[in-house]
Each structure stands twice: as C-alpha cells, then as structure tokens.
C-alpha cells in the first residue's frame, strides 16, 4: 500500500468513524454493528501504526478514554448482571436440561420444573428498591458497572416510585428490560422521518437510544415499557421458586411477562417454544427466543453459575436472520497470536434490522470448503450478537471472470512465512495460519500491547491504541516490559511530543506506576496466551496462587501437564502455555515484568474458606451431591479438584465403596474424611 492509498484510507475512515460516532451517541440509529463498527476502528488504528506521520488530530483514535455517551455517573452492580448461555436448536436444550440433572444428581422419578419467558429484545436493567421505595435504576454495562440512570427510568409509567402489597424486602434490585413495542416504535419512526430525522434501525437501538438520554424529557416523550425478569441484591426473597418471585413482583406493582409458563420436561419445554415462535408476529413486541430457567431457587443456588452466565438458564434463540448481498473483497487482518483472519467486504446490507458491511469468513479452510469468491452473491446472517458470517455463495450469482481465492502465504503486515502448525498432540494441522513474525510483526506487537493495557488486563488509563501507536514510533516501547521503564527512559520529554504537555504526561506516569501493583489473574490474562482468556486466567491463578509457583511449574517437565487436572483446563490450554513459554522472547517479557511488578496473589472466592489453597480429591460415590457439584463447590471455597491422588493432595473425600484412590491415600498417609466431615469442614452441610 502506498502513502498516498494509505492517506485516502484514513481520511474516508475517519470521516466514516466520526459519522457512525454521532449516529450512535446522538441519534441512536447506527447503521453498522459494533462488530463492523470495531472493524474500522482496527483498520483505521492499523494504518496510522503503518503510517504514523498520517495520523490526523482530529482522528477518533485520539478519543481514547471519553465516556461512552457522556455525562453518565457510573454505579457498580453488588450482584453481577450476567448474560446467558445460548441454544439455537432442540439438541442444545436437550443437553441443557441433562446437565442440569447430572449437575443435580437426580433419579429418573424427579422432574424439574422450568420457567419459559419469552426473551424480550431491549436494554437490560436494574431498579433498586430500599424500604420498597424506588431509589436507583442503572444499565447492565460491562456486567460489573453500570450507567446510573435513575432519571430516565423514573419517567417510565410502569416504574412504580413506592412497591404496594406484601412481604416487600427492606431492599431488592430488580432486573428486567426496557423495550418499545413493535407500534410504537413503528410510530417513533414515522414522526422522526417527518421531523427529518433518521429513523431507528431497530427497536433495541430505539428502547436503548430512548432511555439514555441526558435530556430526561426526551425519555419521558418516548412510550418505553418494562419487564421484570430477575433480582440481583436482596435482603430477604418472599418465594423459594422463580415463578413464585414473579408472582410476587407483580404483586408489587412492576410488569412481569405475559405467557410465562412452567414446563415440566423436554417436550413441555420445546413445545412451549414452537407455540411462542408460531406467534411471535402476534405479539405486540419483537422477542428474539425463549428463556428457560430452573424454577427451584435452592436448585439454582446449587447449580450456580459458570463464567458469565447462570448454569440455571438458558436462552433458546429463534434461528437467525438472513440476507444475500455481493462481496467486494476479502481482507485479512492479523490478530494478537499472529492469526489470519478473512474479512468479507460487502455492498452493505440490512440483516434484521441491522446494516452489516462486513463479516468474518473464519480462516482458509472455510473459504475453499463454501467456494467463496470475490464478486459472489453470498448469503449472510447474523445470529444476535455474534459477529455476522458468510454462510456460502449464492450459485446464481457468480461472474464468469471470479476466480477461487488465494489465501496469502505471508503475513500482510509484516511479510513473514505466515503457515498452519501441526498439532503435536493430534498430529492435526491447524486451520487457522498464523504469522510466524512473533514479535517482529507490528501487528502482533501492537495487538498483544493493545491486549495488555485493556480493561480486563492492566488497565492502564491514558495508554490507549494511538499512544501505543505513537510510542513505538518513537522507540520508546515495543514490548510490555517497556512500559515500566517508560519514565525512566524518557522523562519530561514526554512532555514536548504532539498531543502531549505537563499534566498528561505527569497522569500517564501516574497511571502506570499505580499499576506497579496488580492481580495475579489479571496478570495471567494480560500476558496474551492464546486460549488463556479472563476465566482462564483466574483458575490458573487460583491454581499457583503466586507467580513463583508458575516459575516454577514453567521449569519443571510435568509442572504444565499437571493443569489438566483443573476442571475446564484442557490440552489445548496446556499446548499453548509450553508454546508460549518455550519461546525466549517471551520468557524474557515474563521475567521482565516480574522484575518490575508486584504481583498481589489472587483474592480467593473465599479467603476465609478453611479447605482454600487445598488439593482435594474426592473418590467413591457420594450421597448428597453428584462428583461434578462436588467439584463446583470445592472449587467455589478456593480448593483445587484433582483427580488423583498424589504425594500433593491435601485431603481425599472418601464416599461409599472407595477403591484404588483410598488405598493409595492410606499409603501415603494423607488426610482422608467422609463425605459428611468435607460437608462440614467446607461449612457446607
Ligand atoms: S435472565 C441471570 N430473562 O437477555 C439471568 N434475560 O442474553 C440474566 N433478556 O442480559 C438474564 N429477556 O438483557 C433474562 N426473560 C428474560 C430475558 C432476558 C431478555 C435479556 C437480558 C440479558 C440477555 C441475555
């Protein structure tokens, strides 16, 4: 690419940027998703790495930091607002309702009974009631924190200010979704064309683009409604069943959903589904599928959750929606582990509801198994939030001149061997290619200093992609490590650069030594192994507790293959820290770090938890709880599940007909107890 491409790039992507911007934080209609949108912030931040004299002041990437719509207080959630597993056919469901029984442990003669609500498309909320008087309302953000608007919600007619009726809670947040109703929002549209405004692309954009508004009066103006379908803190709950609650927050006075139903059963369950699909253009908003949840709050409670979502939920979505439009081109973009990564251009098209100009068509293989070419029709789909694929070319639609497509054997960026690993294990070769530049290749460099300083990692504030961008031109900073000798190294003269002066340079000085201190998960996380993500990270931090313990792990043959035994930690993870760590670049950024941080050891689930820190193994057959609950909650009081029995094991939870495992126990003279002794022990029974 020359300079002057490069130049027509930036201009036309910051003028895109800068509109898609305004669409969003003003209007609220935006016409791409933020997977598109997230796509030309990369590709912009791409070239001005390239081309860092071409960077303009008033590029979006100097934004870095600014609140997302401005002027929001933020309010943090004391009970996480979690999203929800997906199910996109009857198999998943199948499958969902099994866990929950082997999860349970519960004989063929015991039903369990499920919540379907149907799953209404809007914005997540939270409303807190203290002495049953409506003091709070904030939106889900990140899950953790949240925007505060109390004001906005208050203007809502179904948002009562005081609850009436019984066995009110001295204090209950309660959760549900602000949306439009189909005709409303139909109406909206109709008075913003006629006023000359651009109409909302969906009614979601509508319900969330309507709710956050600095100026109140405009929320009041719009007929937004409410469900309530779950609670987060609560002082005491009036039910011991999900249905139960529901019928008590109606009681209070807030809306529930109609055509709840509990279902007892697969077949119950799917039918409920097929009855709701059927009737889905009856109902007066737009649903996007059903949500399941185990009726029984003890059962819930049980079940808990994993990651980001409850074990006791499930939302089986409607199939996705389709369209058909022309790809131009096939870019490839290099991510943090050298991945390369076939985006499809398109003549940009609505897929319900949302305008999509780009999709992901996954890695080579993918490309040669659908036969997609550049000038093809393709269909393409967009399955809620998931970024939009390619589903496969269109016959019809093929220009006699298209040609299949040849995957670049080099890295785009950086012109090294870019190739397809073989795994060792299964002697499989990788689908994916990756760039074998490491850290020579600006993208890698860039992608995995992006990764380090982002929000679930170090989150250093004031460094964000033009910084980065910026600095490496300099010299100044090529590895994580560089960030941490950053003032040393260049002093006040950070000062006289462009775009900064005394106090910014003085912050990010600040901001940096202030993350001289971090978490061991975070600092797991922020490393960049491929496969070792947020939840990784901190079960591998649970696992060693401190960094010594890793070193170590790192230098002994075994130290890595022992992970397996952490629930959810699979070969793939393990391949993928001995490759991390066999490479001496990145050995010489881990000690580093290590030289320059303070690394906190993780703040355990419970710290106060006696069986915390402990390897336990649990063998025979136990009576209150099935081996995978038992697992749940040992790993939930801080204990490390193992299975087996070893010279390291803390303690070994015998159940009935204990064979080898006891056995080998007793040899070693560990601690072995019963089942009702690890109960009581784990301040469980
Ligand atoms: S329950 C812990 N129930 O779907 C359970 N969510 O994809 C949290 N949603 O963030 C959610 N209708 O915004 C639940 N009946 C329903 C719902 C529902 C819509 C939304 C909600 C959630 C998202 C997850």
Known sequence: MTRKEAKKEIDDLVRDIGRHDRLYHGGDAPEIDDAAYDALRRRLEDLEARFPDLLRDDSPSRRVGAAPAGGFATVAHGVPMLSLGNAFDEADVADFLARVRRFLGLGDDEEVEVVAEPKVDGLAVSLRYERGRFVRAATRGDGHTGEDITANVATLDEVPQCLKGEAIPDLIELRGEVYLCREDFLQLN????????????????????????????????????????????????????????????????????????????????????????????????????????????????????????????????????KATTVLRDIQIQVGRTGSLTPVAVLDPVNVGGVVVERATLHNEEEIRRKDVRIGDTVTIQRAGDVIPQVLGPVPAGRPDDALPFVFPETCPVCGSQAVR????????????????????????????????????????????????????????????????????????????????????????????????????????????????????????????????????????????????????IGPAVVDSLVAFFSDAGNRAVLDGLLERLTIEPVARVADYSPVAGKSVVFTGSLKTMTRQEAKARAEALGARVAGSVSAKTDIVVAGEAAGSKLKRARELSLAVMTEEEWLALAGQA
Not at 296 to 320: N, T
Not at 499 to 523: K, P, Q, V
Request: charged share 30%; with cysteine; net charge neutral.
């Open 190 to 321: 109709r008075d913003r064309v006629a006023q000359d405004e651009r109409p909302f692309a969906n009614p979601r954009n509508a319900a969330a683009g309507s709710l956050r508004q600095l100026d109140v009066s405009v929320t009041r103006s719009r007929p937004l409604r409410l469900f309530i379908y779950a609670w987060g803190e609560a002082s005491t709950l009036p039910a011991a069943t999900h249905s139960g609650m529901l019928e008590a927050i109606a009681g209070w006075g807030l809306p529930v959903a109609p055509d709840v139903r509990v279902a007892r059963g697969l077949d119950d369950v799917l039918a409920f589904h097929r009855r709701i699909g059927d009737r889905r253009a009856e109902l007066p908003f737009d649903i996007d599928g059903v949500v399941y949840k185990v009726d029984r709050l003890d059962w819930q409670s049980r079940l808990g959750f994993v990651s980001r979502a409850p074990r006791w939920a499930l939302a089986h979505k409607f199939p996705a929606e």
């Open 421 to 568: 690993d073989t795994n060792a294990r299964t002697g499989q070769v990788d689908v994916v290619r990756r760039c074998t530049g490491g850290l020579r290749c600006t993208a890698q460099i860039v992608e995995r200093l992006r990764h380090f300083v982002s929000r679930q990692a170090f989150d250093i504030e004031g460094l964000g992609d033009r910084q980065i961008a910026q600095f490496r031109e300099k010299g100044w900073i090529s590895s994580p490590v560089d960030i941490f000798d950053l003032e040393e190294k260049v002093g006040n003269a950070l000062a006289d650069e462009e775009g900064w002066g005394e106090t910014s340079s003085r912050n990010l000085y600040a901001a940096i030594a202030d993350r001289r201190t971090i978490a061991f998960d975070r600092f797991i996380n922020a490393l960049g192994v491929r496969h070792v993500g947020e939840t990784t990270a901190r079960l591998l931090a649970r696992h060693w507790s401190e960094p010594a313990t890793m070193r170590q792990a790192l230098d002994s043959a075994s130290g890595l293959e022992d992970l397996q035994d952490i629930d959810s």
